[in-house]
């Protein structure tokens, strides 16, 4: 360590002012996630979180090298004037591209205090292995989360086509720039008096983060935001080591390991690797299934006769799907289950782990309708109620509910879990049209005998059975 | 012992907290989960706000502000919203707290 850093690490009171409240502050947050365990908690918990951070934010304001507080107050003050509206504006539908967008914005900070602490060393001259070390994942992570988000963004906002986009050789060049980026990493590791290096790295990040999103296709969505959340907070955490900042590390950390396991959850429900997530991704067109669906035929229901099963319905469950969150469905579905609670009978709700474009987005919608949450049942729990469901709604959900996962191997959705909405007495799909998804994959569901079709918009539809059911 | 080390200690400790705390957190709660650590992280706006006020030249001065910008947005969003989406979570025999 040399004399300006053990300087920097003196203990006199201030700092050990600054470290009880950092120390304050870290427990905050784990207190803060833990009550995430529980619903009911989850609230007050999360409050005292961002006490937390109120409270490391006080603490880092009298470190003695911030000498002028102008560009802090600006940029405290325009961060609040985005932040604020972000916070409270933006609707339940638009929350996965409202949370990958926030990525981005961790990663820009991440990211441009790395760039920055390199510069300020002597563009490297003054870095150590072990601060090139931390710097490198920094802007590393930092750059590729920066840009994929972005890119995610792009895609759930339908600014960029969701379907995969794709060239030849993608996957080659993807590699290539990895190896690139990984080996000016070395390269600085022996020797970080080099800013050329330092800053094609940082350039390597970013195309590599556009390279990594791109070709992902929209259903994936939920293990790409997943681990871009991962990669937000290792970038933080990298941060702490760069700049000596335990709080940093241990936040950083937190968000790691939860965006880590998140997509471990989601890949798991998909049944695919992560490798195959992010190297795979339909790129290319699957082997076609032996099993097609000529010479089957789809039974269309009228909205009457679907709400005359649903008005007389003991067990009714209900399995939401993108199609519900494109539709904005979900107040609908409310009062369509209003209706059936009122005739005396039970309406559950089916979510599937991959359900929608990240992880709980379901949830978070049938909650703004105000829906309770003890309805909202995960796969495993609600999987042995199908049988005893009169009738299963399955409302713009497609793969989740694919048989073909359990029967036909040639299938790119084989070994997937699914709900088993087939073993219900009666099914009816709300679909807009026969077109399959986009990854074409044929659904043998929509061709069983028990099922039935009622095909438009899933809003209009539900609005229609409200209708029929009221007059019933 | 080397500050470094430390470092990766807490580092590797407080990994292992968030990942015995956050498998616990029921699927129902993963979006406001993923909110939530992405608020945290924003503690990343700590070494911005000594970035831009440590007068380290124009070029770092200019980098720290937008690294404010940037990380108070999603501290004041990130927050906010995750209060958000907590609040319309409730049971069934209860009224939530505030009509939407």
């Known amino acids: ?472 | 012992m080397n500050l470094q080390l430390i470092e990766l200690y807490v580092f590797v400790l407080a990994g292992f907290v968030g990942f015995f705390v956050i498998t616990r957190v029921p699927a129902l709660l993963h979006t406001p989960l993923m909110s939530a650590t992405n608020a945290i992280s924003a503690i990343s706006l700590v070494g911005s706000l000594v970035l831009a006020g440590a007068d380290r030249g124009r070029v770092a001065t200019v980098l720290g502000f937008v690294a404010v910008t940037c990380a108070t947005i999603n501290v004041v969003g990130g927050f906010i919203i995750t209060d958000r989406m907590l609040k319309m979570f409730r049971r069934g025999d209860r009224k939530p707290e505030r009509a939407r």
């Open chain 1, 1 to 472: 360590m040399n004399p300006a850093e053990l300087a920097e690490h003196a203990t006199g009171p201030r700092e050990v002012f600054i470290e009880a409240a950092y120390l304050v502050s870290s427990i905050l947050f784990i207190l803060g996630l833990k009550s995430l365990t529980v619903p009911d908690k989850a609230r007050r918990g999360m409050q005292l979180a961002a006490l937390g951070m109120l409270v490391a934010i006080v603490g880092t304001l009298v470190n003695h090298q911030i000498v002028t507080y102008g560009w802090i107050i600006a940029g405290l003050a325009l961060g609040s004037a985005i932040g604020w509206p972000l916070g409270v504006f933006v609707p339940m539908t638009a929350m996965p591209q409202r949370i990958a967008i926030s990525h981005m914005f961790g990663a820009v900070a991440a990211t441009l205090v790395g760039v920055a602490e390199f510069w300020h060393l002597g563009n490297g001259a003054a870095v150590g292995r072990a601060q090139m070390a931390a710097l490198g994942f920094e802007v590393l992570f930092g750059a590729l989360t920066i840009t994929g988000s972005l890119m995610a963004f792009g895609k759930l906002q339908a600014l960029l086509p969701s379907r995969p986009v794709t060239f030849r050789g993608q996957n080659v060049v993807s590699i290539l720039m990895f190896g690139a980026g990984l080996g000016l990493f070395a390269w600085l590791l022996v020797d970080p008096a080099n800013p050329a290096a330092f800053y094609a790295m940082v350039g390597l990040g970013l195309l590599f983060g556009v390279s990594l999103v791109l070709p992902i296709g929209g259903a994936d969505m939920p293990v790409v935001i997943s681990l871009l959340n991962s990669y937000a907070g290792l970038a933080s955490s990298a941060t702490g080591f760069a700049i000596g900042n335990n709080v940093l590390i241990i936040a950083g950390a937190l968000d790691g390991a939860s965006g880590f396991i998140l997509s471990l959850v989601m890949s798991r429900a998909m049944n695919r690797s992560f490798a195959n997530v992010l190297f795979g991704a339909f790129g290319t067109p699957p082997p076609p299934s032996e099993r097609t669906a000529s010479g089957l035929t789809v039974r269309s229901i009228t909205p009457e006769d679907a709400a005359i099963q649903l008005a007389f319905a003991r067990l009714v469950i209900v399995v939401p799907g993108y199609g519900m969150a494109v539709a904005q469905a979900q107040h609908q579905v409310k009062e369509l289950a209003q209706l059936v609670e009122k005739n005396g009978g039970t309406v559950l709700y089916a979510i599937h782990p991959v359900a929608g474009r990240m992880p709980g987005h379901m949830n978070v919608l049938l909650a703004e309708a105000d829906i309770p949450y003890d309805r909202l049942k995960e796969m495993e729990e609600i999987n042995g109620e199908f049988k005893n469901a009169d009738v299963a709604l399955v409302i713009g959900a497609n793969d989740v509910v694919n048989p073909a996962a359990r029967t036909d191997k040639a299938s790119p959705i084989y070994g997937m879990p699914i709900l088993d909405v087939d073993q219900a007495r009666q099914v009816i799909v709300l679909k807009r049209s026969m077109n399959p998804g986009f990854a074409g994959i044929e659904n043998e569901l929509f061709y069983a005998e028990n099922t039935a079709m009622l095909f438009g918009d899933a809003k209009a539809s539900l609005s229609r059975l409200v209708q029929e059911i009221k007059q019933a």
